[in-house]
């Protein structure tokens, strides 16, 4: 994701957004998840001695309780579909769970020299413990991961390990038995293609997501803009990430042109000038689309002249063109006068 994935995580990483993507994604908007408990833990896992393997999560922060760690949380960013993610999200894991049992076992052996240089008491009740220096009282704190799918279209891909194994034909008793000894492990997913719930989410959160979701449909988008001006949570820094992650220019645009007045007027004035650009745009694939369509009436259209037309933004230049098309009587007919409209409309003339 590049660019994008940065700022995402940056924007992620507040501690009040990050608890409430967990809350509204996974706990139906039961605040389970608190942001004073929450810290920023480093991304990387290593294992070393015999191969050295780094893995780095995009998202990782350390819930605590009553000054106790009580759980570890892990966000991953997708904008492609990964059809192997059990696999990645189950070796993160597990590796994160054997960073814990280093930390407990160089403990335990620091303790175990210091009993045995004082001859006072023991660490390690039998052979085992001693042997694998981790006691039955040893317990490791939980570890979640939440895979968050930015993409286009639906996630196609495996959604537990079950998806990518096989286990052979169904007929066969062995293969029957064989799936119930291997463990499922489900992963947990916020498909921002299908979600519903963003009522769910408390912070200006819930707005960036929802938002995003329309990104595609520009009706839809306007009206839920316009429909939600007035209660609106997004802040700068919201708007700011969103036009990255939607590539929008008109918006990072509308920003800059803003950046220099009053803060309270700013994202007003921001959000009012992206509903207009949403309409003009949504106007001119409309033109576009008309233009097209009185073509077709002519045979097949070529490729390069599609083009053409679907890239011009220009309304007054699209409206020329559609009158155009509209008298013409074929489609090189329509291709021969397109210039002169083109040159007449920045004009301010009719063709």
Known sequence: MGKEDILLKSYLGDTRRYADLWNGALFGGRQLVRPEELVEASPVLLKERETFLEKRRDLVMKQSREGQRFAVLVAENQKTV??????????????????????????NEEAD???????????????????????EEDKLKPIATLVVYWGEGEWTGA?????????????????GQLKKLVPEYP???????????????????????ELYQKRNDKEEFRKYVEAHKKSWKMD????YVFS???????????????EKKEEENKM??????????????????????SI??????????????????KAQKDASVLKNWLKLAARAKSIEDFSSHMDIAYSVSHQAAIY
């Not at 959604?159 to 293969?175: A, N, Q, T």
């Not at 992963?187 to 997501?209: C, V």
């Not at 097209?292 to 037309?309: M, N, P, V």
């Open 82 to 107: 990964d059809y192997s993610m059990p696999i990645r999200v189950m070796l993160e894991e597990a590796l994160a769970y054997y960073n814990q049992v280093k930390s407990i076992r160089k403990a």
């Open 113 to 135: 020299r210091k009993c045995r240089e004082q001859k006072s008491g023991k660490v390690y009740a039998d052979a085992g413990e001693r042997l694998y220096m981790f006691r």
């Open 159 to 175: 959604r537990s390990l079950h998806d990518i194994v096989d286990f052979g034909g169904e007929k066969d008793p062995f293969s």
């Open 187 to 209: 992963l947990h997913f916020l498909d921002l293609n299908t979600f519903r719930h963003f009522e769910y989410f408390k912070t200006e959160l819930g707005s960036f997501l």
């Open 236 to 239: 700068r820094e919201s708007l």
């Open 244 to 258: 990255h992650m939607t590539n929008s220019r008109n918006l990072k645009e509308l920003m800059k042109k803003e």
């Open 268 to 289: 007003c004035k921001a959000i009012d000038g992206w509903i207009e650009d949403v309409k003009k745009e949504g106007k001119a694939e409309g033109k576009t689309e």
């Open 292 to 309: 097209l369509t009185l073509l077709e009436d002519f045979g097949e259209i070529s490729d390069d002249l599609q083009k053409r037309i």
